[in-house]
């Protein structure tokens, strides 16, 4: 069994998504550990509770400088002995100790087909806000390992998704996570976890 932690920062739709994918079998092999946000309000923290996976919260407010809570965050990652971490909607930057330390071992959903509209500033609904003042008739998803720069690491998974005439940013928004990220990010964390069970892991 994978022991995966899932890090949010909001509704936690795509933490949904892996959650329904383990009750119905589309995922296996994996167990949620826990689920660590940076916002005690993030919706996903319920969504957690309402499965029965403890629910964390390690808010930067809490903590007298960044350093403070970036050690606090790799110590509380830590302390659950995680095989996997799954970005999901974390729209926080990881520290470079944590990308060191567990190097192939993060992955991130981005909604968009990198290397178009990531990097510093283009996260959640800004990235479709970009995608559409830009004119692209293609956008879609991008599952990848995380490194120590800003959705640079290898990629896993992309699926495409078709931009329609007349859409706003919420509704292509909701298309991107409808037709690639609640599909794509499941998929990378079945296979990761059973490529790790035929490696003998
Ligand atoms: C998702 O669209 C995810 O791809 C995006 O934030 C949203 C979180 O939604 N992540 C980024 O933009 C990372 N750069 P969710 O909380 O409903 O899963």
New binding site residues.
Partial sequence: MLRVGVM?S??????QAILDAIDNGTVTNVQIAVVISNNPGAY?LERARNHGIPAVCISPKEYGSREDFNKALLAGVDSYGLDLIVL??F?VKIPEEMTRRYERRII????SLIPSFCGVG???LK?HEAALERGVKVTG?TVHYVDSGM?TGPIILQKAVEVLDGDTPEVL?RRV?EQA?WVILPKAIDMIANMALSDGC
Avoid: C, F, R, S
């Fill in positions: 949010v909001g509704g936690g739709t795509n933490l996903a999901a909607g729209l991130n959903i981005h909604p283009y996260y959640g990235v998803a959705d928004q996570m990220e």
